[in-house]
């Protein structure tokens, strides 16, 4: 099991930023698809932005351009949150996995404990 641990969550007003990260310790990042996903009270888990060992990236349909998912040579994989809305608020998760580079849950294997998202209006 690969340790993955995010941080960057915090309260913002509606229309600010935040970044995200995800690191491990113990894997190198690039060699796999990593994932950001998030989780509102009451509702399913849902595939924010998704980063290939190739550089190929997918975003939820409903980012619209506002997020940006990029990984440096830190062994870091960054979330990068513009414009952010009420409706943004959720528990953010980091994921590993090591198949089809997707935004569903079922393509990851290894998950963070997250880091909490609050956008207030």
């Known amino acids: 099991q690969v340790r993955l641990v995010e941080s960057g969550g915090g309260s913002v007003q509606a229309g600010g930023s935040l970044e995200l990260s995800c690191v491990s310790s113990?894997?190198?990042?690039?060699?796999?698809?990593v994932g950001w996903f998030r989780q509102a009270p009451g509702k399913e888990r849902e595939g924010v932005a998704v980063?290939?060992?190739?550089?190929?990236i997918r975003y939820g349909a409903f980012v619209k351009g506002r997020f940006t998912i990029s990984k440096d040579n830190t062994n870091n994989v960054y979330l990068q949150m513009n414009s952010l809305k009420p409706e943004d608020t959720a528990m953010y998760y980091c994921?590993?996995?090591?198949?089809?580079?997707?935004?569903?849950?079922?393509?990851?294997?290894?998950w963070g404990q997250g880091t909490q998202v609050t956008v207030s209006s």
């Open positions: 113990e894997y190198d990042l690039s060699a796999a698809c």
């Open positions: 994921a590993l996995g090591w198949g089809f580079c997707g935004l569903s849950t079922d393509d990851y294997r290894n």
């Open positions: 980063i290939s060992p190739g550089r190929i």
